[in-house]
């Protein structure tokens, strides 16, 4: 009886077209990612030497006030028309993190904190980057993981902002790219965050504007705009909220209070998920249980949130929301916000 033989379901000369079209296919993937990186990295550098340029610059030109359209004794909010050029010339050569950057702004910060991207980018030097919203351990976690500081280290770099002036916890890492050496110690980068903090912020900060809001006061609602809003007009509307609340002696009652409180209290993530139950953390930044603004800075606020918190628009609404897709919705009354909460969600959340 003749043998029978299977046929192969797929030939010898078949089957190495497809591995040579996979292999391909593997290299044209790894070829992309490495030329993304590449491209990731020169993009971190370019950032971080744009904004090296406009500190050195800004060092040796006067800086331009802050414009302002608030009036916190008279209770009253008044549109300044300077906002918009301050927004369109001075506010857009600052050259930072912004929440707004994008996806591919996002990745590349990302990236950065990745010790082999920082090796990649430079045998020398390393860019740090501070993000706008971040609080101030995210900033010295981040900066002693790039630059290998041991716990003592980040602590020392953390109370060298915090002893500087104004004498904050929070509130004075500027966002933005900075590129240091390597072996930079805690002195070295606290220094060169001050100096950005005080050509940034401080030498916009004239007399004039601190005798009607306080240094300390602006820092503390642009950092609560920066966890709470998603663009600068988002900002100026929430800030709008926020200062008509302070007017009539309502508690702010925000939620990035008491995320901020949380993680004080109980540790674990930065920014942790708030439930009904956290209303009652028993905490001085906990805006649900005191009147008026927290003690302090909750965030590292960029220049767009300082911006907005000193020239909020003029409202009649004290409540508000942000959709899923981060429209806002603001209401005069507490049961027209339940309304509205209903119609889009079934319920007053």
């Known amino acids: 009886m003749k043998k029978r033989h299977s046929k192969p ?7 190495t077209r497809i591995l040579v079209r996979v292999a391909l296919g593997c290299f044209i993937v790894l070829a992309l990612g490495a030329a993304g990186v590449l491209k990731t990295k020169e993009l971190l550098f370019f950032w971080s030497m744009r904004d090296e340029r406009i500190s050195e610059t800004a060092a040796s030109d006067e800086r331009v006030p802050f414009p302002l359209g608030v009036d916190p004794a008279a ?3 008044v549109e300044n028309p300077a906002v918009d050029q301050f927004f369109g010339r001075d506010l857009a050569s600052v050259g930072q993190t912004s929440r707004s950057a994008g996806w591919l702004s996002k990745l590349v910060h990302r990236l950065a904190q990745q010790g ?3 090796n990649l980018a430079s045998p020398t030097g390393r860019v740090l980057v501070i993000e706008p919203g971040e609080r101030r351990e995210q900033v010295a ?5 790039i630059l290998r500081w041991d716990r003592a280290e980040r602590e020392q770099f953390l109370s060298l902002i915090a002893g500087s002036t104004p004498p904050l916890r929070d509130g004075k890492y500027f966002p933005g790219h900075y590129l240091v050496n390597k072996d930079a110690s805690p002195q070295a980068v606290a220094e060169r965050l001050l100096e950005q903090f005080k050509s940034e912020v401080a030498d916009r900060y004239p007399t004039e504007v601190d005798r009607v809001v306080p240094l300390t006061d602006a820092l503390t609602i642009a950092s609560l705009l920066e966890r709470e ?3 600068f007009e988002d900002m100026r509307e929430i800030a709008g909220v926020i200062w008509s609340r302070l007017f009539i002696g309502m508690n702010l009652q925000l939620d990035a209070t008491l995320q901020y409180a949380k993680s004080d209290t109980q540790g674990g993530s930065w920014w942790p998920l708030v439930v009904p139950d956290d209303k009652y953390i028993d905490s001085p930044f906990n805006t649900y249980q005191n009147a008026g603004l927290p003690p302090s800075p909750i965030a590292s606020p960029s220049v767009e949130a300082i911006v907005a918190a000193l020239n909020p628009k003029a409202t009649d609404c004290l409540f508000y929301f942000h959709d899923e897709r981060g429209g806002f919705h603001c209401s005069t009354t507490y049961e027209e916000h339940v309304s509205k909460l209903k119609d889009l969600y079934g319920q007053g959340r």
């Open 9 to 15: 379901l797929i030939n010898s000369s078949k089957r």
């Open 75 to 77: 209770q009253r909010i």
């Open 116 to 118: 082999w991207y920082q």
């Open 141 to 145: 976690d981040n900066f002693g993981d």
């Open 229 to 231: 809003a998603y663009s």
